[in-house]
């Protein structure tokens, strides 16, 4: 029985193949995966206690600066982390990769835990206006009245964002006074231009109404107003648009000041230089 040759030709093809090769298996214990440097921990640590010292800061010190209070968040905050993030330096030697994302989870912390000190002393210095005084503005005393009512500016503070101006008022009858201060004061410049207190923030900070009992007493308060006044600026006049009466005096007739507005001209400044 002959053999054909198409199946000659397949068994020598066959006979000419390589042998196939068992798979290489893997020896020794398996590689390392990198751990996560920049972990959620180490990040809510970090925004954490930027936000404790920020908190402990003005606190203590109401006038720090938003630049110092980061600072001091740095120091006492991410600092630490990044110390300990540092550790890990010989791990990340023993893999063989670079120094880069140590490099890149130390800055990012940094970055975090003061921009968010300083952030969020920025803002309590705007909603609080505590800041420290850079000039007293004030030359001399300046006072205004309507009726028996009596204001007198002793101070005028200016720091870096704020105007702030200092009221002594005195009611000389026995009435009871009530002079609108949010949305009603304001400092006019020679010029007209106004700083008023009718912003979001003043109305968090400032009180509504300034109570001026009868009898005498001196009843004082400071109107932080935003904005500053121009350095050459010479003149200035304090105004409140509203004041209301409540009780009898026989020595006063209301309509000689009901419906009247405080106001306190000529406010001589000195030029800061």
Known sequence: MGTSPDRVGRGRRAAHREPRRAPVRRTGPPPRRGRRLLTPLRVLLCVLTALV???????????????????????LGALPLVVDLLRELPEVRARGTGPGPLVGAALVLLVLGGGVAYGIAALVDRITAHESVLAERLATLASGEVGPLTATVEQ?????????????????????????????????????????????????????????????????????FPGTLPDGETTATLGCGSVSWNGDDPAWRGRDFVGRSLRVPDLRLTAVR
């Open 53 to 75: 010292v920020t908190a402990v800061v003005k606190l203590v010190q109401p006038t720090t600066t938003p630049p110092a209070t980061a600072g001091l968040a740095l120091a």
């Open 156 to 224: 005028v503070a200016v720091t870096e964002n704020f105007t702030k101006v200092t009221v002594a008022a005195v009611n000389r009858s026995s009435l009871a006074a009530k002079v609108s201060v949010v949305d009603s004061c304001r400092l006019i410049r020679a010029d007209g231009t106004e700083l008023r207190l009718n912003g979001l923030f003043e109305v968090v900070r400032e009180r509504f109404f300034l109570d001026v009992p009868g009898g005498g007493a001196v009843v004082r308060a400071t109107l932080s």
